[in-house]
């Protein structure tokens, strides 16, 4: 019994390897012609050598396998079969086969764009479809030659970041295994059908169902190929769309690119989107083209269309999946003149849903004689895949919205703060001018009688006070633009011309200071006063730039034809282009970053030290004033070109412009040290404090700025009893000084003075006791009250 089923096997095995062989060659022919074809297509897209040597490969491997072929019949007829061995071999350079055309795809996959890329996945589906039957007898053969066309390429595509190659890979993958599955199907069939035909008589039945059901598998295969098409055709059109949404700006661009699309994907010449509106009963709808309108939503205030009333809306405005009305005219959900009128008939709609929010909708459909249809399940999958990318589009415009109104509201509070920096700045000045004014006033009523020769001197400190007051003010005008100008038609050189020996005279040694004079220059009508100190103040700046041992200042004058766009890179009220007169002031020290040279005009900011006055702010103001421009040019480290613009007198009227946009700093820290030390950097600050002082008996020091008030108190450490500090001065600030102040005696007594509130400049001092607090503007009273309370002892002694 043994003996017969190993003779049985035997048998079925021979009948194996004599229907592989039999039907192998018709297989090497049709793999030849395939690879041809693919030589043909791909030639011009690939590196020819690369290209030719894989056609050579396989033509090489298949003229091996009919070699074979031949010398299995040969070996067959002389010396009988022996089956695993030519198995084995036949197996191995099918292998071969299979590795040369998954590596060869593996390598024209890297090299080609998605399209081509489909071609040769469709190229290998269809080698290994026709593989499938010529290997139907043998398990392993089909198998390993899958294997090697399909596993390397699969796995590459898969890796891919493309939404596209992934699927495709991923979908390769699903087609080896129904392969698989055919293959192990295909070879039960055959051993069975050929055990049958040893052992059954109805070996024509079951052969005529294995005829059936191959056919079957080859429905299925088709059926596969195609849903694989279809779902590639897919991915295509969703990576278009997303493409096109990822540039989309405005809600306008989104319409334009879904309706682009849905026309090339579906064929649907029309598309729409309802937006949700503010109030949950509103909606707005976007189109560009249905019935020729021009509709463009709600960035153009197109009106809300409400939703209570209409069916349609009603039902689109809560549904979660496609909602679908196969014809307008006979549906109940529908207004019929509304149809009538435009010429409604499919209408698809489909939810726009981001995080289980509702955006609004994505409809399309068709209209007047492109008919009634049915819309297949995969067109509404389709469609839902594109409402979610126009909802990832929606959301990002919506955001971009947002953060554009997020800015202005910071804009407008930097402006705000602006404007309290610019107010603080001021106030300060101003307390240390009434502080001068108060104090004066107080000692030269106090001596107007028994001193008359101080009392006079004080009062001429009132008047010089009173006066920087008055410049302040005169600054604050000018920066604002509207101060008063004394108006007359002016050479530009002759003006700078009178001021050259005082510019001179105002740079420092280390400068050289050279003219460029345009000689028919045309004239320009200004306040020469006013315009004498933007020079003289520019050219001052200048000096002070200039750090090195050397360096060149040059001034020059010209005109200028200024279009729109250079005068939009100029800092001024945006004059009218047209012929300016212009002076130049350039210097080779520092220069400034592009951030300090955005600041360079806001008032109270400077690079030495804060709180100094408005500055080039007020330069800015004076030009704004006679309806001109300023433009910079600076660069770190090479130097600072200013261009100051005037409009010609021929075409150019004086105009005075309100300033739109502020902002300030506070002044640095300084100190003062004595026996009493008073350290402030404002000379009639330590002039009236000396004289109130020295008036009352005590030994007076003093120091400008908190580093010459370290040095002094280095000196007359033994002597200082105590130090009226102020809180804001350059070079060193009264918190550093005070510091510095405490690191050399620990117990020295420090009244801090200042034009800021206590409570603002105490909790600066936090670790560092302070003797006592006097806010400027003070009375001599009140300086001597507090100074009287820290050195009773001292001044009874």
């Known amino acids: 019994m043994e003996k017969v089923k190993d003779r049985t096997a035997m048998m079925i095995m021979r ?230 949404l990822e540039q989309s700006e405005s809600h306008m661009d989104i319409i334009h690119a879904i309706e682009a699309e849905i026309e090339r994907a579906l064929g649907y010449q029309h598309a729409w989107i309802y937006l949700c509106g503010d109030d949950p009963d509103s909606w707005h709808l976007l189109s560009s083209k249905q019935n020729g309108d021009a509709s463009i939503g709600p960035d153009k205030c197109l009106p809300a269309k409400p939703t209570s009333g209409d069916p349609v809306l009603e039902g689109i405005a809560s549904a979660t999946g496609p909602v679908v009305i196969e014809d307008a005219r006979t549906d109940a959900r529908t207004n019929k003149e509304i149809v009538n009128k435009t010429g409604n008939r499919t209408i698809i709609n489909i939810p726009i849903i981001l995080s289980n929010k509702r955006l609004g909708v994505l409809g399309t459909g068709s209209f007047g004689e492109e008919g009634v249809f049915s819309p297949e399940v995969s067109q509404l999958e389709h469609l839902s895949a594109m409402a979610s990318h126009v909802a990832l589009a929606l959301d990002r415009i919506n955001l971009f919205n947002e953060r554009i109104d997020m800015q202005a509201q910071l804009e407008h509070s930097q402006r705000l703060d602006s404007l309290g920096l610019m107010a603080g700045g001021i106030a300060h000045d101003f307390n240390n001018i009434l502080t001068s004014i108060m104090g004066s006033a107080a000692v030269a009523d106090r001596h107007l009688l028994d001193d008359p020769e101080s009392a006079q001197q004080n009062l001429s400190r009132i008047v010089d006070s009173s006066r920087r007051a008055a410049d302040l003010c005169n600054q604050m005008l000018a920066y604002s633009g509207k101060g008063h100008f004394v108006v007359e038609t002016v050479d530009l050189n002759q003006a700078l011309s009178e001021i050259i020996p005082l510019l001179e005279s105002a740079i420092g040694k280390h400068a050289e200071i050279s003219y460029d004079l345009y000689e028919s220059l045309p004239m320009v009508e200004v306040d020469i006063a006013q315009i004498q100190q933007v020079i003289m103040n520019l050219i001052i700046n200048a000096s002070e730039a200039i750090t090195d041992s050397t360096g060149a200042i040059t001034v020059k004058t010209g005109t200028i034809d200024a279009d729109e766009a250079y005068l939009a890179h100029c800092f001024g009220d945006h004059p009218n282009p047209g012929s300016y007169v212009y002076m130049e002031i350039s210097d080779t020290g520092c220069g400034m970053d592009s951030d300090t040279a955005e600041r360079i005009f806001d008032p109270f900011f400077t690079t030495k030290f804060t709180g100094r006055g408005l500055g080039m702010s007020a330069i800015l103001g004076i030009v704004r004033g006679h309806a001109g421009a300023i433009f910079l040019d600076s660069t770190l480290n090479k130097g600072t070109t200013f261009k100051v613009l005037f409009p010609a007198l021929e075409i150019c009227v004086v105009k005075e412009h309100p300033h739109e946009h502020v902002t300030a700093e506070v002044h640095a820290d300084g100190e003062k040290l004595g026996t009493v030390l008073v350290v402030d950097d404002e000379e009639d600050v330590r002039e009236l404090a000396l004289t109130i002082l020295q008036d009352d008996g005590f030994h007076v020091l003093t120091a400008e700025h908190g580093e010459e008030a370290v040095q002094v108190y280095a000196l007359h450490q033994d002597e200082i009893s105590l130090v009226l500090l102020d809180l804001t001065m350059p070079r060193m600030g009264g918190i550093e000084c005070f510091a510095e102040l405490q690191k050399k005696n620990s117990e020295v007594k420090v009244i801090l003075v200042s034009g800021y509130s206590e409570d603002d400049v105490l909790g600066q001092f936090e670790g560092h006791k302070l003797s006592g607090f006097i806010k400027k503007p003070f009375m001599p009273d009140e300086l001597m009250s507090t100074v009287s309370d820290q050195l009773a002892p001292d001044k009874s002694a």
Not at 122 to 135: C, K, N, P, R
Not at 185 to 193: C, F, H, L, M, T
């Open 15 to 244: 009948e194996q390897l004599l229907l592989l062989f039999s039907q192998a060659p018709q297989t090497f022919a049709s793999s030849t012609i395939v690879s041809a074809v693919v030589t043909y297509v791909l030639w011009g897209h690939l590196n020819a050598l690369q290209l030719a040597g894989w056609f050579i490969v396989i033509c090489v491997i298949n003229i091996t396998r009919l070699v074979l072929i031949r010398s299995y019949r040969s070996h067959a007829e002389r010396n009988g079969l022996q089956p695993e061995r030519w198995l084995q071999r036949f197996t191995l350079i099918t292998l071969a086969a299979g590795l040369t055309w998954g590596g060869g795809a593996l390598l024209f996959l890297q090299q080609l764009d998605v399209t081509y890329q489909m071609f040769i996945v469709m190229i290998l589906s269809g080698v290994s479809a026709g593989a499938l039957a010529t290997y139907s007898s043998s398990m392993v053969t089909y198998r390993v030659f899958i294997i090697g066309c399909f596993a390397i390429p699969a796995i590459w595509m898969v890796l891919q970041h493309e939404a596209v190659q992934v699927s495709a890979g991923i979908l390769i993958m699903l087609y080896i295994a129904l392969m698989w599955a055919l293959n192990r199907r295909q070879y039960k069939s055959v051993r069975e059908s050929m055990r049958l035909r040893y052992k059954n008589t109805d070996l024509l039945d079951h052969l005529e169902s294995e005829v059936v059901e191959r056919r079957l598998n080859e429905d299925r295969l088709l059926d596969s190929e195609n849903k694989l098409k279809e779902k590639t055709a897919q991915l295509q059109s969703l990576l278009r769309l997303s493409q096109a």
